[in-house]
């Protein structure tokens, strides 16, 4: 049971090495990340299953291992859980165990209580409340009827409804890990002798780089010498093998506070690393990597994105570019809301799911729902191997690098670049836009890593002045046009890192109604178009700001550089480099993420890990 736990399952050197059990807790360090509140680990020793399980943060589990060490072996697996229902505590965490069986699981059994009921009915004692453990009873079971814990796992998973990724171990075959997916991670690593799975690359890129790509329905046996994967029926399936391009020190914090710190620091990389091999030698876009018929985008005529928190605001920006590039409709869906209003889509509609870890579970539901509605899906998504890209019809990878921090921030930009590479690439199809004017904007977006630089360079007042307001109760953000999904981005990274209310407003709502929430020093961020623009939008927002100054508000104006007329209104001035309207969303939420950053460490918070979240959702 749990949403979006961290797995790391083990097999391989000699029984009388302690490696298994050193690999997994590695391993389990290395998905913290992935937001848990228990963890447990097993052990296959010549005696038999050795386990431990400590609610709390992993130090508790290896406080327990410590006082009581486990037995030597040759395969172990290991489990961070995430409560989704049923308590935290040292009985719910996995591994849940039944006779010589041992499970340990990420998702939800939706059938849980008929299949418990069918046990108890038996009369099979539970230990927990939690769905995992009718798996390890099922599990056992179906082991002493067949002797093979792969047809077990095959003849067990095929009674589960929900979504799984489960690993399980047992006493007679020390040498055995059995996986199985479906609907959740699980990523298989090959070594020298010994071989891994984890629910991400994470789980043991520090021992190795080469893995294997797990498909939907899937179940994988290792030992330390084979991998064999078959589907639930038993028919062998050829899994695709990938080279981790992440480095083990990528995912480390390189010398800075925090992971977020080190990813904001990492965004020109990201938007860059984004760009790359992406355009031909005279600047024009190469996207064959979009695997959909040319004829299908040409026929496309509404865009719907889905997707969910940062990364659709980060589709939210993207409309309007495309929409002005293409001449399409562009709708942003909240993924979760996407699915239960019976959406107009159809085959001609291309369905753009954004994701940061490809497993946000509204998300996938989202994809699914679109297909079966005939539209063609695209992905663009930063994890490799990960599940929304598996069942897109397309994917274009952001290469923002392992995001750890569970707040997004180099994510966020990386989505917007290549949403921005989407759109070039359709208005190049569909003939919207002249090459010359494709290419120009190609340009534009090359020179933002270095503009993206200096916003980080002149980031220090930021810092100061989220020091100054780290007891602020309550922050307001307002945008206009592409700086609106700013504004309401800004809010979200202070709510979701220093617990703060806040909210992003569209400036031009202000007189509708929230400027009544404006009373003396209320600190409010504006985020000001370029005054450059063919539009009026920038005299607009100054005049926003002048109301709200003249109610006492604490105006913090993002500003291009050489815009004076924001001085006048302006309790502070955060400036960005000049650029294009479309791609100011790149520089101008810079300051909001470090903003929020430095408050979320002035309050002593928990950067990486902010309370009730997980890096991935992987639950509905
Ligand atoms: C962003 O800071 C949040 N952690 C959250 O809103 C996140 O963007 C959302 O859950 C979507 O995650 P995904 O990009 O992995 O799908």
Same mark, same amino acid.
Not at 327 to 344: G, K, N, Q, S, T
Not at 360 to 386: K, P
Not at 566 to 590: G, I, M, Q, S
């Given at each position: 049971?749990?949403?979006?736990?961290?797995?790391?399952?083990?097999?391989?050197?000699?029984?009388?090495?302690?490696?298994?059990?050193?690999?997994?807790?590695?391993?389990?360090?290395?998905?913290?990340?992935?937001?848990?509140?228990?963890?447990?680990?097993?052990?296959?020793?010549?005696?038999?299953?050795?386990?431990?399980?400590?609610?709390?943060?992993?130090?508790?589990?290896?406080?327990?291992?410590?006082?009581?060490?486990?037995?030597?072996?040759?395969?172990?697996?290991?489990?961070?859980?995430?409560?989704?229902?049923?308590?935290?505590?040292?009985?719910?965490?996995?591994?849940?165990?039944?006779?010589?069986?041992?499970?340990?699981?990420?998702?939800?059994?939706?059938?849980?209580?008929?299949?418990?009921?069918?046990?108890?009915?038996?009369?099979?004692?539970?230990?927990?409340?939690?769905?995992?453990?009718?798996?390890?009873?099922?599990?056992?079971?179906?082991?002493?009827?067949?002797?093979?814990?792969?047809?077990?796992?095959?003849?067990?998973?095929? /009674?589960?409804?929900?979504?799984?990724?489960?690993?399980?171990?047992?006493?007679?075959?020390?040498?055995?890990?059995?996986?199985?997916?479906?609907?959740?991670?699980?990523?298989?690593?090959?070594?020298?002798?010994?071989?891994?799975?984890?629910?991400?690359?994470?789980?043991?890129?520090?021992?190795?780089?080469?893995?294997?790509?797990?498909?939907?329905?899937?179940?994988?046996?290792?030992?330390?010498?084979?991998?064999?994967?078959?589907?639930?029926?038993?028919?062998?399936?050829?899994?695709?093998?990938?080279?981790?391009?992440?480095?083990?020190?990528?995912?480390?914090?390189?010398?800075?506070?925090?992971?977020?710190?080190? %990813?904001?620091?990492?965004?020109?990389?990201?938007?860059?690393?984004?760009?790359?091999?992406?355009?031909?030698?005279?600047?024009?876009?190469?996207?064959?990597?979009?695997?959909?018929?040319?004829?299908?985008?040409?026929?496309?005529?509404?865009?719907?994105?889905?997707?969910?928190?940062?990364?659709?605001?980060?589709?939210?920006?993207?409309?309007?570019?495309?929409?002005?590039?293409?001449?399409?409709?562009?709708?942003?869906?909240?993924?979760?809301?996407?699915?239960?209003?019976?959406?107009?889509?159809?085959?001609?509609?291309?369905?753009?799911?954004?994701?940061?870890?490809?497993?946000?579970?509204?998300?996938?539901?989202?994809? /699914?729902?679109?297909?079966?509605?005939?539209?063609?899906?695209?992905?663009?998504?930063?994890?490799?191997?990960?599940?929304?890209?598996?069942?897109?019809?397309?994917?274009?990878?952001?290469?923002?690098?392992? @995001?750890?921090?569970?707040?997004?921030?180099?994510?966020?930009?990386?989505?917007?670049?290549?949403?921005?590479?989407?759109?070039?690439?359709?208005?190049?199809?569909?003939?919207?836009?002249?090459?010359?004017?494709?290419?120009?904007?190609?340009?534009?977006?090359?020179?933002?890593?270095?503009?993206?630089?200096?916003?980080?360079?002149?980031?220090?007042?930021?810092?100061?002045?989220?020091?100054?307001?780290?007891?602020?109760?309550?922050?307001?953000?307002?945008?206009?046009?592409?700086?609106?999904?700013?504004?309401? @981005?800004?809010?979200?990274?202070?709510?979701?890192?220093?617990?703060?209310?806040?909210?992003?407003?569209?400036?031009?709502?202000?007189?509708?109604?929230?400027?009544?929430?404006? %009373?003396?020093?209320?600190?409010?961020?504006?985020?000001?178009?370029?005054?450059?623009?063919?539009?009026?939008?920038?005299?607009?927002?100054?005049?926003?700001?002048?109301?709200?100054?003249?109610?006492?508000?604490?105006?913090?104006?993002?500003?291009?550089?050489?815009?004076?007329?924001?001085?006048?209104?302006?309790?502070?001035?955060?400036?960005?480099?000049?650029?294009?309207?479309?791609?100011?969303?790149?520089?101008?939420?810079?300051?909001?993420?470090?903003?929020?950053? %430095?408050?979320?460490?002035?309050?002593?918070?928990?950067?990486?890990?902010?309370?009730?979240?997980?890096?991935?959702?992987?639950?509905?």
């Amino acid at each position: 049971m749990g949403g979006m736990c961290g797995i790391v399952g083990y097999v391989g050197s000699p029984p009388a090495s302690g490696r298994p059990l050193e690999v997994v807790i590695e391993g389990l360090r290395r998905l913290e990340y992935r937001g848990y509140d228990s963890a447990g680990v097993v052990v296959v020793t010549p005696e038999g299953l050795e386990s431990t399980k400590k609610a709390g943060k992993l130090a508790n589990l290896v406080e327990a291992l410590e006082a009581a060490p486990l037995g030597l072996g040759t395969a172990a697996i290991g489990h961070t859980r995430w409560a989704t229902h049923g308590a935290p505590n040292d009985t719910n965490a996995h591994p849940h165990r039944s006779g010589r069986t041992a499970v340990i699981h990420n998702g939800i059994v939706e059938n849980f209580a008929t299949l418990k009921a069918e046990l108890l009915a038996e009369g099979v004692e539970f230990a927990s409340e939690t769905d995992t453990e009718v798996v390890a009873h099922l599990l056992d079971r179906a082991y002493d009827a067949t002797g093979d814990l792969t047809s077990a796992m095959r003849q067990v998973v095929r /009674r589960l409804d929900g979504t799984f990724t489960l690993l399980a171990v047992h006493a007679h075959h020390p040498d055995t890990v059995v996986g199985a997916r479906h609907d959740s991670p699980l990523v298989v690593g090959l070594g020298e002798g010994e071989n891994f799975l984890g629910s991400d690359v994470a789980a043991f890129i520090a021992r190795t780089r080469q893995a294997l790509e797990l498909g939907q329905d899937e179940v994988v046996t290792i030992t330390p010498t084979s991998v064999r994967v078959t589907d639930f029926d038993g028919k062998p399936v050829q899994a695709r093998p990938f080279t981790v391009d992440w480095d083990a020190s990528a995912a480390e914090k390189g010398g800075f506070r925090s992971f977020m710190d080190k %990813e904001i620091a990492d965004e020109p990389k990201a938007v860059a690393d984004t760009l790359l091999g992406r355009t031909d030698a005279d600047g024009q876009l190469v996207l064959d990597e979009i695997r959909i018929e040319e004829s299908v985008l040409r026929a496309v005529n509404k865009i719907v994105v889905v997707a969910c928190g940062t990364a659709a605001y980060a589709g939210h920006v993207a409309k309007y570019a495309i929409e002005h590039w293409c001449r399409i409709p562009v709708e942003v869906e909240l993924a979760h809301e996407f699915r239960y209003r019976d959406p107009v889509v159809d085959e001609r509609t291309l369905v753009v799911a954004v994701s940061q870890s490809g497993e946000t579970m509204d998300t996938l539901m989202a994809v /699914r729902h679109a297909r079966e509605q005939g539209s063609t899906t695209l992905a663009i998504v930063n994890t490799h191997g990960s599940t929304i890209p598996r069942e897109s019809d397309a994917v274009l990878y952001t290469h923002a690098g392992p @995001e750890v921090a569970v707040a997004s921030t180099k994510a966020f930009l990386a989505q917007i670049t290549a949403a921005y590479l989407v759109g070039l690439y359709l208005a190049q199809l569909r003939g919207t836009l002249f090459s010359d004017e494709i290419a120009s904007k190609l340009d534009e977006l090359r020179v933002m890593p270095d503009k993206l630089q200096t916003v980080l360079d002149r980031s220090e007042r930021v810092r100061e002045i989220a020091r100054w307001m780290a007891d602020t109760p309550t922050v307001l953000f307002l945008g206009r046009h592409v700086g609106y999904p700013v504004a309401m @981005e800004g809010a979200l990274k202070l709510k979701e890192l220093a617990y703060i209310h806040a909210e992003g407003f569209a400036a031009g709502e202000l007189k509708h109604g929230p400027i009544a929430l404006i %009373e003396p020093g209320q600190p409010v961020f504006v985020v000001v178009p370029s005054p450059r623009g063919r539009h009026s939008l920038h005299s607009k927002v100054v005049s926003n700001i002048q109301e709200i100054r003249a109610r006492g508000a604490r105006t913090l104006v993002i500003a291009e550089d050489g815009d004076e007329a924001v001085v006048p209104f302006a309790d502070e001035v955060f400036r960005v480099p000049r650029c294009p309207t479309l791609l100011a969303p790149l520089l101008t939420v810079v300051p909001l993420q470090v903003f929020a950053c %430095e408050l979320a460490h002035a309050k002593g918070l928990d950067v990486d890990q902010p309370r009730n979240l997980a890096k991935s959702v992987t639950v509905e």
